[in-house]
């Protein structure tokens, strides 16, 4: 999702299509909320249609856009292969923030390591998103916890 909406930013800023900084953020936060509908309801979505979703142009638009969709579709495919380096980024970013929930607790404290490691990818609004995750892996790491405490000891012990 995040490598979606930076796709379409840059798209954006190529085209010189928005005036502001809180324009951007403005449409960005409304094309990452209508994505985020879009994945939570269908299971199986594929490039085209995310950048359907991102790019926001109707079925009216279809030929005078299709060359910015195309662009978009191939951007989009290049950063979701492991390598990549706005992969590398995106996941480096999701990984501290949910480090930072993890460590910092679902807190103001935690919130706030989250969304600065969100902030530096333009994704802010999947803040919420990030902690509940996190919340999951702490109970994960908490059952694994009591479940293999022992082995754990013995595999400190012996190093």
Known sequence: MICSILVYQQTLLTERAVNSNADMESILLERGNKLSEVLDRVADVGIEEIVEVVSGFSQDDEEKHKPRKLVMARMLAKSLQAGDPVFEIVSRA???????????????????????????????????????????????????????????????DNM
Do not use: N
């Open 94 to 156: 999701v990984y501290l923030a949910l480090r930072g929930i993890v460590l910092g607790g679902s807190g103001p404290r935690g919130r706030k390591l989250s969304q600065t490691a969100l902030r530096s990818i333009g994704a802010v609004m999947l803040a919420e998103r990030v902690v509940a995750a996190a919340e999951v892996l702490v109970v994960a790491a908490t059952v694994s916890i009591g479940v293999h405490r022992p082995w754990y000891i013995t595999l400190t």
